[in-house]
Nanobody, 114 residues
Framework: QVQLVESGGGLVQPGGSLRLSCTAS????????LRWFRQAPGKQREMVAL???????NYLDSVKGRFTISRDNAKNMVYLQMASLKPEDTAVYYC????????WGQGTQVTVAA
C-alpha cells in the first residue's frame, strides 16, 4: 500500500533554510509525479511544488527562487529545499502522490519565527 512519510520540519528564523524529506513506498516511484503541499491555520491547502517523473518542476509563485524540489529515484525520496524562509511560510507541509487517488503523508510542521 502507498505510504509517504515526511521529516525535517522544525523551527527556523526568518531568512533561514530547511530541507524537508519524504520517503515513499508502495508504488512505482520512478514513474510517479510527486508534490509538496502546505496548509497554514485558517487557510486552504496549497500546492507548493511539483516534480514530474522526468524531472520537470513547477512552483507556487510565492516560493519561486526560494524553494527547490528534487527527487532521488534510487532512494524513493523526494525533497523540498527551502531557503530565505518567511513567517508566511509557516505551515504543515505534506508530500503527496496521485495513484488513482491522492495519497498524503502525515505532514511535518515548519515554523518560521524570530
Amino acid at each position: 500500500q502507498v505510504q509517504l512519510v515526511e521529516s525535517g520540519g522544525g523551527l527556523v528564523q526568518p531568512g533561514g533554510s530547511l530541507r524537508l524529506s519524504c520517503t515513499a513506498s508502495g508504488f512505482t516511484f520512478s514513474s510517479a509525479g510527486l508534490r509538496w503541499f502546505r496548509q497554514a491555520p485558517g487557510k486552504q491547502r496549497e500546492m507548493v511544488a511539483l516534480i514530474t517523473s522526468t524531472g520537470i518542476t513547477n512552483y507556487l509563485d510565492s516560493v519561486k527562487g526560494r524553494f527547490t524540489i528534487s527527487r532521488d529515484n534510487a532512494k524513493n525520496m523526494v525533497y523540498l529545499q527551502m531557503a530565505s524562509l518567511k513567517p508566511e511560510d509557516t505551515a504543515v507541509y505534506y508530500c503527496a502522490v496521485l495513484q488513482g487517488m491522492t495519497y498524503w503523508g502525515q505532514g511535518t510542521q515548519v515554523t518560521v519565527a524570530a
